[in-house]
């Protein structure tokens, strides 16, 4: 095809925008509403993992040392602990920098006074503060750890652990048949939009078909028109998008104390996802739109 | 050149439109095609324009054989045919200039001969000063000349001309069949299909009757 034909081609489905306006509005309308219902839900699942992998990291497993052990035997301990599988990181915790922090954290009247009983004597153990790389195979590298020598207790989150994991999968499951829902719901919106918005050209592919246009010829306009509106859905659906995050963070985000209660830092900050969103809606808008609206033409262009 | 030789069409739902139809319109010639509503006139058009398959027998048009040419290629058949229909069948969101340069720009025609040639062509039929009006804006009259401008444009080798009248007066009728005929005189096969027999009369020349599916009348009257 020439470069004049396909000019030609191009111009004429950006006019069909234009002449077809009704329908062109209406196809953007629910192509756009589709994608930011999607766009919502993934956000929200995003967020929800969010909350659930800080809440995650929280986790942290400390291993009590039996009294008498020497900073020799200690330091092995602490190599050996760090050459285990799934061990993100070990630190150290003495027992003096325990009763230090004890000290701190208890900042009242009485506090002293429950010291003073202490005396010299420190009563805590020393203990490795540890942190677990996958916290599913929690169970496994806390049995690893229990066969070490001069271990006298283990603290581990473990039951909460087990219920965060189930809820971490349980949101997966429930995210993914949301959204499998909403596409296909969106899908089949969209492809009625552009049926409909074919639908009233019938007449017109019909005559280019008898005055000898190839079905390549008649369809580019239509891909062109499709392209064009998925583009426009998704510039719009990424700027109600952004504006709506935005200003929905900054209304969740006014007191944080309900948040912190719940273990949640902060919401994913617009920028870490805008240009990914801006893409994402600008390229299945304008795949669906595009093939939806060509798909649409098929049935007429047997005549 | 049109052939059909033993062609019959029955439909799905059993109805004979077409029974043992053999008939012959050469290069050149004027044919007028008569016949009563239900006769098997569209069924013909059809066939011609390779919208339906005949049931038996075999079809050529301007040298291709239909029962041979693949639906995907049909538009290589219908390049060489001008159609005229009834309702004029003018793209209404295209000017008289769109509507005309669409069929060479189908065929990817160079730039410069569509400029040339959609204008005269237009001026041909008449319609000079309307070039950028739109079909809602023409009378029943114009737009059939934008028909005959568009199926003229690509000189084709036939142009089939379906109740070409059907929705015009008197005055304009006469107009677009002379118009048919100082075309089919450069040269162009033309075939008009009618019902309207005091046309026929007035004008003359071969006439192709068709009665119930069948062929009773093939000869030059007037």
């Known amino acids: 095809m020439k470069i004049s034909s396909m000019n030609y081609l191009f111009k004429q489905g950006m006019r069909n925008v234009w002449t077809n306006r009704i329908m062109s509005v209406a196809s953007l309308c629910i192509l756009s509403v589709s994608l930011l219902l999607i766009g919502f839900t993934l956000l929200f699942v995003a967020n929800i993992n969010r909350f659930v992998n800080g809440i995650e990291n929280k986790n942290e497993v400390v291993i009590f040392i039996e009294d008498g052990t020497d900073e020799t035997e200690i330091s092995a301990m602490e190599n050996t602990i760090r050459n285990i599988n799934n061990v993100e990181n070990v630190t150290f915790y003495s027992k003096e920098q325990a009763l230090e922090d004890m000290k701190n954290d208890m900042e009242n009247e009485n506090a002293e006074d429950l010291f003073s009983y202490v005396g010299e004597e420190n009563p805590l153990p020393d203990a490795f503060r540890l942190r677990i790389a996958d916290i599913e195979k929690i169970s496994p590298t806390l049995m690893e750890i229990n066969r070490l020598d001069k271990i006298d207790s283990i603290k581990s989150p473990t039951d909460f652990i087990n219920i965060l994991t189930g809820l971490k999968n349980f949101i997966g499951i429930i995210s993914l048949v949301i959204l499998a829902a909403l596409i296909l719901v969106s899908l089949v919106i969209i492809s009625n939009a552009s049926r409909a918005s074919v639908d009233i050209r019938k007449r017109e592919i019909a005559i280019m078909k008898l005055v000898g246009a190839t079905n390549s010829f008649i369809k580019i306009p239509f891909f062109v028109e499709g392209m064009f509106i998925g583009v426009l859905s998704g510039v719009l659906a990424s700027a109600i998008t952004c504006i709506g995050y935005n200003e929905l963070i900054k209304v969740l985000s006014q007191d944080m104390t309900v948040w912190s209660i719940m273990s949640v830092n902060g919401f994913i900050p617009l920028n870490e996802f805008m240009w990914t969103l801006i893409l994402g809606y600008i390229a299945a808008g304008a795949v669906i739109s595009a093939f939806g609206t060509v798909m649409s033409t098929r049935k007429y262009l047997k005549v | ?222």
């Open chain 2, 1 to 222: 050149m049109v052939e059909l030789k033993n062609v019959s069409v029955t439909y799905s739902n059993g109805v004979d439109a077409l029974n043992d139809v053999s008939l012959r319109i050469n290069d050149g010639e004027f044919a007028f095609v008569v016949g009563k509503s239900g006769a098997g006139k569209s069924t013909l058009i059809r066939l011609l324009l390779q919208e339906i398959e005949p049931t038996s027998g075999k079809i050529t048009v301007n040298g291709f054989n239909l029962s041979k040419l693949k639906k995907n290629k049909a538009h290589k058949l219908r390049r060489t045919i001008g159609f005229v229909f009834q309702d004029f069948k003018l793209i209404d969101t295209m000017n008289v200039y769109d509507n005309v340069a669409f069929v060479l720009r189908s065929i990817d025609a160079p730039i410069k001969y569509i400029r040339n040639r959609v204008p005269y062509v237009i001026s041909l039929v008449g319609l000079k000063d309307k070039a950028k009006a739109f079909p809602h804006e023409l009378s029943g009259g114009e737009q059939q000349r934008v028909a005959l401008a568009r199926a003229l444009v690509n000189d084709p080798q036939l142009i089939i001309a379906d109740e070409p009248t059907g929705n015009l007066d008197p005055t304009n009728k006469i107009e677009i069949l002379e118009l048919l005929k100082a075309i089919n005189s450069c040269g162009t096969t033309v075939m008009v299909v009618t019902h309207e027999h005091e046309l026929v009369q007035y004008f003359g020349g071969r006439t192709i009757s068709i009665t119930d599916g069948r062929i009773t009348f093939d000869d030059y009257i007037g």
